[in-house]
């Protein structure tokens, strides 16, 4: 198989999570250690990202710079919207987050 017949990245996580991801598109990919797969991606222009979690069905979270809490559904708990994700989980949608910033809405 040569680099032209393989599928895009972003192709084979848009098949993955069920989401619309396109080569324009920061993707992100994690797996943690219980299996559960999560999907980043950040489409130019929009002031959100969209997150995936395979734990959670791949229901679509959209997140931004401010979407990771500490304590909002339960003390102690790292949630998004109403996500729950432990630590690496939160460290890796962190960077994805940085990184994808310049491709954020820009505020007036």
Known sequence: MTEDER???EHYLARLCGGTIT???YVG???NEHGEELVFAQRPGEKTGRLWHSDAEW???RVGDHSIRVGGVMDGVTT???LIIDRTEASWLSS???ASRH???KRG
Do not use: G, S
């Open 7 to 9: 599928p895009a990245l």
């Open 23 to 25: 080569d324009e598109d």
């Open 29 to 31: 990919y994690f797996l």
């Open 59 to 61: 229901q679509m979270f």
């Open 80 to 82: 998004v919207d109403d």
């Open 96 to 98: 994805c987050l940085a």
């Open 103 to 105: 491709m954020r809405e």
